[in-house]
Nanobody
Framework: VQLQASGGGLVQAGGSLRLSCRAS????????MGWFRQAPGKEREFVVG????????KSADPVKGRFTISRDNAKNTVYLQMNSLKPEDTAVYFC?????????????????WGQGTQVTVSS
């Protein structure tokens, strides 16, 4: 499975961005998906996850109420809508796929990773 993330960029604080991650597999609906981020000098951290059906999601506390994950299984794509962005959201954002129904909040829980897309939020 190859994952291609896109949609990053430079945005002012308070602005919005929408990230996309397209998977090259015919069995996309077999995978739970997650978004992680990694800021310079920090470990990669869980941001949001979504079950393979899309009915269940989980957000990390720092982004709760601001970020929303969704998926379109017909398009093999998962999205991350980021609103009310803050400078501390600046990081490289990675999408990841985990075989099975439920997401994981742990990096090692995922089977495949995208290449990452840079999000920079200016103050």
């Amino acid at each position: 499975v190859q994952l291609q993330a896109s949609g990053g960029g430079l945005v002012q604080a308070g602005g919005s961005l929408r990230l996309s991650c397209r998977a090259s597999t015919r069995t996309f609906s077999d995978y739970a998906m997650g978004w992680f981020r990694q800021a310079p000098g920090k470990e990669r951290e869980f941001v949001v996850g979504i079950s393979r059906s899309g009915y269940s999601t989980k957000s990390a506390d720092p982004v709760k109420g601001r970020f929303t994950i969704s998926r379109d299984n017909a398009k093999n794509t998962v999205y991350l809508q980021m609103n009310s962005l803050k400078p501390e959201d600046t990081a490289v954002y990675f999408c990841a796929a985990k075989f099975g129904s439920a997401w994981s909040q742990v990096v090692l829980g995922y089977d495949y990773w995208g290449q990452g897309t840079q999000v920079t939020v200016s103050s």
